[in-house]
């Protein structure tokens, strides 16, 4: 039955597409086997006492008598000791080598992306292109990417598990975050905190795209879609779900610090009880 229930499954973390991302899976395949070195002999250990001492086995000696012993104590003890070490320095080195916060290297200045998780859905602002879009991420490849997060609602998750790292979105607060996409591709973004009735719709499409692909989306973007003001937004910050990608051609550069400085009051937040029909079709079932 497992194996049915994992086909739909994705190795997403185990399959990274970033420089964060496989930092992550190493520190996860190096734990994993710092751990199997304890377990998979305690297992085997297991096994063989009572293969030994079996009822059959006349050789075994029975020490009815027998309290302490100072080596096996020494073995139990330090064969843990040196795992947690060893786990602890995995542990120590991974977290500092891969804080949210510290820059990628990189010969170039990163592309700067402000994100506002919503009440269901994701704002992506890119204050240096003054545009934005709704529910997809596009970004040129090879080059790091710095976003600066808050949540205009109820605390919340952002995660890409293809390039790593998830981090928290909170009203009233700036997080930050680095990553990078290697390659081409469309990897899921999602959000990973229960925050409602669309949580389940909450997540987006990041685009990993070529410097000039990422230059020709922005030029499209400049050419279409409305602009995003404090008028727009107060609309967009309304709850809905399913929320389909689109853009904004214009976003006012200073919307994300009235945001995070709460000057635009942030939304309403999930409520007790069945949401209107207006915020979620399933209301009406």
């Known amino acids: 039955m497992a194996p049915i229930v994992l086909t739909a499954c994705q190795p997403a973390v185990l399959d990274p597409q970033g420089p964060v991302g496989l930092a992550q899976k190493s520190i996860l395949i190096d734990s994993l086997a710092i751990m199997l070195a304890i377990v998979i002999p305690t297992i085997a250990a297991t096994f063989a006492v009572a293969w030994w001492f079996r009822a059959s086995n006349m050789r075994a ?37 891969l804080d949210p916060a ?40 090879g080059l790091p990417v710095h976003f ?11 995660f890409v598990p293809q390039l790593g790292t998830m981090i928290y979105t909170m009203n009233g607060m700036r997080t930050q975050l680095n990553l990078q996409a290697d390659a081409p591709g469309t990897f899921r973004g999602l959000s990973a905190h229960f925050s409602g009735d669309g949580f389940p719709d909450m997540h987006f499409d990041v685009l990993a795209v070529p410097a000039e692909r990422f230059a020709a989306w922005i030029e499209a973007t400049r050419n279409t879609g409305p602009t995003l003001d404090s008028g727009s937004y107060a609309e967009l910050a309304m709850q809905s779900i399913n929320t389909h990608p689109f853009t904004f051609r214009a976003a006012d550069p200073e919307l994300f610090q009235q945001i995070v400085t709460q000057k635009l009051p942030p939304g309403p937040g999930p409520r007790t009880g069945r949401p209107h029909p207006s915020v979620s079709p399933r209301t009406e079932d």
């Open 61 to 97: 000696r029975y020490l009815p008598d027998w309290v302490f012993s100072g080596r096996i104590e020494l073995v139990t003890w330090s064969i843990p000791l040196l795992t947690i070490m060893l786990l602890g320095g995995v542990a120590w080195i991974g977290s500092h080598d």
């Open 102 to 141: 510290k820059p990628l290297p990189s010969n170039t200045p990163p592309l700067e992306v402000q994100v506002v998780s919503l009440d269901w859905k994701w704002l992506f602002i890119y204050p240096g292109q003054r545009v934005a879009s709704v529910n997809q991420l596009v970004v040129p490849t």
């Open 148 to 158: 600066s997060l808050t949540s205009a609602s109820v605390m919340n998750i952002f």
